[in-house]
């Protein structure tokens, strides 16, 4: 009888295991990431016109803002906003990834990285 049941407890977890973890991957558990739906949302268009600005400013460079190409966004203390978009660099435009920090209630921003999207197979 105690096996019996221990058995059946076992079984019942293992069948949940797959459940867990693909939520995790979705991002709802563990402060995971989830992605932006409405990347053309104005605030997303904010928050990746000041990581540009914000790189322009540290790196004396004169990227210009085509697009955001994707995004995603991760519950911290505030919101880091993951972010890849399209920049012109003089005339050649390329991918970037950029990483914001917002706090919103502190009106505080900051960008946390910014590099070059390396495209190894996909050209559009
Ligand atoms: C920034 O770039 C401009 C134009 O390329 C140049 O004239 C200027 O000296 C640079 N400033 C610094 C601090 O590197
Ligand atoms: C922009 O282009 C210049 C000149 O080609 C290059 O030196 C610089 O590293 C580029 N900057 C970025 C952020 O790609
Ligand atoms: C902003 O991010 C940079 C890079 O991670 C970091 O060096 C800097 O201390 C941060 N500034 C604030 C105010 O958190």
Redesign the pocket.
């Known amino acids: 009888m105690q096996q019996n049941s221990r058995f059946v407890l076992l079984s019942l977890s293992l069948l949940f295991l797959p459940f867990i973890f693909s939520n995790a991957e979705k991002g709802h558990l563990f402060g995971g990431w989830t992605p932006i739906k409405d990347i053309k949302d104005p605030h997303v268009m904010e928050i990746a016109e000041f990581a540009v600005d914000e790189y322009n400013k540290q790196s004396n460079s004169s990227l210009i803002l085509q697009k955001v190409v994707k995004g995603e966004t991760q519950v911290v203390a505030g919101i880091n906003y993951r972010l890849v978009l399209k920049a012109k660099n003089g005339s050649m435009a390329k991918k970037y990834q950029a990483v914001v920090?917002e706090k919103s209630w502190l009106n505080?921003r900051?960008?946390?990285?910014f590099t070059l999207v390396k495209v190894f197979w996909k050209l559009a």
């Open positions: 920090w505080f900051n960008l946390t990285s």
